[in-house]
């Protein structure tokens, strides 16, 4: 009896666990059906061609773009037309539509027409090249493991993007020129010149949101492989609003428009609106199909589309032209108009050249805004407001301006603060200036200095072995006039030459030295070597400009004199104090030769000109010299002869030394 009880239970507590299984089972499998039903499917962008209207349509542009257009009609057979706005680029061609082409991109090099895979068929694209010399104008390429779902042509190239989200590049003979692999499923592309641009879906929306991203590949002339010129980035959407249109300005800036209208273009990695459709439209139902964009003339080249977003393609469309409005607050009052014609000339100057014409029109309507908008600012008796928009002000002079406006019209406060930031402008200005003018003239010196630095390098005298000295040793070259002055009519008289004696001992110092090439006098440069310079305050030295440019010249040229008779002193006393009364002359190099034969007729030529500018005008001349003549100064070795005056009773402890001597007359000659 016991083990049947025993049984019984068992068996008992089995079917009660089966049935708890089930259960769970059944709990689980409602929670899965209740999660799959909680989460709806999400709809993304389908891939679409920029400037083209529907598939379905049976009359359709394939393509309406800035060079023509590719038009698709369906009667018996299907046909292409290929027109383009400007005859002189090509003349129209009318083909029939064999493979079922419903893609295209039209430029002035080509026209590439895409078909998708259908059923056995592949896909195919097709290539006319406008500007063939030979019997073959078109080619093609058949795709059998995947699909194009877009395709764009630049200047050099053509694109199409794959469904297995590859970017094929072919030049426009059908060469094939890269492969690029797009972070996501292209949505479409667009090119011009060597720019290609691809939007691709990032990530799945929020709610009815697009999560869109794009790229912009350059592809160089050459065979260098294709880049992306900056990492991926999102394309900016309204909430709810899909992509319509992608493409390139006439500067080559990229430009969107979603669906509400919104046209966008890319500035530094920065989308600005410049335009909204709805607003210029006073119908709902009405669209603007856009064609192209121009900055220079600030104006958007769309068609009117009556109660559709497409124009139709039987009739020929009316292109209009729409100047730029970004969307402003207040647009109905003077202020608000004042800005936004403000801003939008801000944004032209950074986007067009900056040597055309319209740059500079562009600053001019800047300065111009600013005034305008000052003007508001001080009669609406918004001092703080008009201080602000003067400090936006570029230069000092359109600051005075203000403030001579601020004192007409009675405005003292604001004008005595407009004349302290127009000194502060001033010393910025001046600032500026000085250091501009610092760097040409640096670049200038190294460019001068170079040459003898060169020079020196050849000479093996110069080149002689150098001692490292501390301060205290090394002697000093800067010493008054006076101890260079001998009396002319005293009898000369023999004298033994220490190797280690100062060079200055032995080197005639001229008291009464012409003033050559725009130096000052002697006695000036001698001050100027051992005194500092009245420095002018940069307010000064930009009111004065003259007067300032006479100073810093004067001082730059006396600066460097003194550095190359420092630097050339030292050089001579070096090659003394390390010599021991038997010194080999140097060899002058052929540059130094040319100087030393050419300088008294460049004198004559440049009487006015600076020690700089003739050396300048030599190095330009030995440069241009026949390699024959170049070669005789090159290869001639000339020693310098002692001078006459030099009379010496030991030819042979002072034969070195009177040639340092005449070398350092020549110099200073």
Not at 348 to 357: G, I, K, N, T
Not at 425 to 440: M, W
Not at 577 to 595: D, H, I, R, T, W
Not at 626 to 648: F, G, H, Q
Request: proline share 5%; with cysteine.
């Amino acid at each position: 009896m016991a083990s049947s009880r025993n049984e019984v239970d068992v068996d008992d507590i089995l079917a009660m666990v089966n049935e708890d299984e089930i259960e769970t089972e059944s709990v689980v499998s409602v929670k899965r059906e209740a999660s799959k039903t909680s989460l709806p499917e999400k709809s993304i962008q389908a891939p679409f061609q920029p400037g083209s209207t529907p598939v379905h349509l049976n009359d359709r542009y394939m393509i309406y773009n800035y060079i023509g257009y590719v038009r698709s009609q369906e009667f018996e057979d299907s046909i292409i037309d290929i027109a383009f706005h400007d005859v002189t680029v090509h003349h129209n061609i009318h083909m029939s539509n064999t493979y079922g082409h419903t893609m295209a991109d039209l430029s002035e090099q080509c026209c590439i027409l895409g078909a998708e895979k259908s059923g056995e068929t592949p896909g195919k694209v097709v290539v006319l090249q406008l500007n063939s010399w030979d019997q073959h104008q078109e080619w093609s390429v058949d795709f059998v493991d995947e699909e194009p779902v877009c395709v764009a042509t630049g200047e050099n190239f053509a694109a199409v993007a794959m469904d297995t989200n590859l970017i094929r590049l072919f030049t426009v003979t059908g060469v094939q020129r890269g492969l690029l692999t797009a972070p996501g499923r292209v949505v479409c592309a667009s090119a011009r010149g060597n720019k290609l641009f691809i939007v691709f879906h990032m990530a799945l929306g929020v709610k009815d949101d697009s999560a869109l991203g794009f790229c912009i590949a350059e592809i160089p002339f050459n065979f260098v492989p294709p880049f992306w010129c900056e990492p991926p980035q999102p394309l900016p959407l309204k909430p709810g609003s899909v992509l319509q249109w992608i493409g390139f300005s006439d500067d080559s800036n990229p430009v969107i428009m979603d669906s509400t209208g919104v046209v966008n273009i890319l500035y530094r990695n920065s989308w600005i609106p410049i335009f909204e459709t709805r607003r210029k439209l006073s119908n709902k139902g009405d669209n603007y199909f856009i064609v192209g964009i121009s900055e220079r003339e600030q104006n958007i080249r769309a068609i009117l589309c009556k109660g559709s977003r497409y124009p139709a393609a039987h009739i020929t469309p009316v292109v209009q032209l729409i100047g730029w409005q970004m969307p402003l607050c207040d647009m109905d009052t003077d202020k608000g108009v004042q800005e936004e014609a403000l801003l939008r000339w801000s944004l032209v100057e950074q986007l067009v050249p900056q040597d055309c014409r319209e740059a500079t029109e562009a600053v001019k309507k800047i300065r111009e805004g600013l005034m305008k908008l000052f003007a508001l600012s001080t009669a609406a008796d918004r001092d703080t407001r008009a201080y602000s928009v003067a400090s936006l002000m570029n230069t000092a002079h359109q600051v005075q301006l203000a403030a001579k406006y601020a004192l007409r019209t009675q405005h003292r406060k604001l004008a005595d603060k407009l004349h302290q930031l127009a000194n502060q402008k001033l010393d910025e200005e001046a600032q500026a200036e000085l250091e501009t003018l610092t760097t040409e003239q640096d670049s200038s010196i190294a460019e001068e200095v170079t040459p003898v630095r060169r020079s020196i390098a050849e000479n093996p005298l110069l080149k002689a072995k150098s001692i490292e000295e501390t301060p205290s040793t090394v002697p000093s070259l800067m010493t008054p006039l006076s101890l260079g002055k001998k009396n002319p009519f005293a009898k000369k008289q023999e004298k033994t030459v220490e190797p280690s004696m100062n060079v200055l001992d032995t080197l005639t110092v001229k008291q009464n030295k012409p003033k050559e090439f725009g130096t000052l006098p002697t006695d000036i440069q001698t001050s100027k070597k051992t005194l500092k310079p009245k420095q002018m305050t940069l307010k000064d030295r930009f009111l004065d400009k003259s007067k300032t440019n006479g100073i810093e010249t004067a001082t730059i040229e006396q600066t460097i004199n003194v550095e190359t008779e420092n630097s050339e002193n030292k050089v001579v006393t070096e090659a003394i104090q390390n010599g021991e009364g038997n010194v080999e002359q140097p060899k002058l190099s052929g540059f130094a030769l040319f100087l030393h034969e050419n300088r008294a007729s460049l004198l004559e030529e440049l009487p006015d000109s600076l020690e700089e500018e003739i050396t300048k005008v030599a190095v330009q001349r030995f440069r241009k010299l026949p390699s024959e003549e170049k070669a005789k100064y090159l290869n001639t070795s000339k020693k310098r002869k002692p001078l006459e005056s030099d009379d010496c009773s030991d030819q042979k402890r002072t034969k070195g030394f009177s040639g340092l001597k005449s070398f350092a007359r020549e110099d200073e000659d």
